[in-house]
């Protein structure tokens, strides 16, 4: 019966130690996905200050194009 139990508790130990490792890849990967998302974020804010910016020149010409005719 001893043996039985020695067993159990390495067993126990191994899968701690297992959840222990899975625990720390999710945090690494948790922090790498964040780190990406907030790349990503301030790209998409660049990009919508380079769209703002080429909407307002566009808007610009066309005005002058419109001037142009009159």
Known sequence: MPDKSVEELDQLEQRIEGLLEWCEQLREENRA??????QLNAERARLQEKHEA???QIEAMIGRLKAMEQ
Not at 33 to 38: N, P
Request: proline share 0%.
């Open 54 to 56: 080429a909407q307002s």
């Open 33 to 38: 996905l964040r780190e990406s998302l907030e």
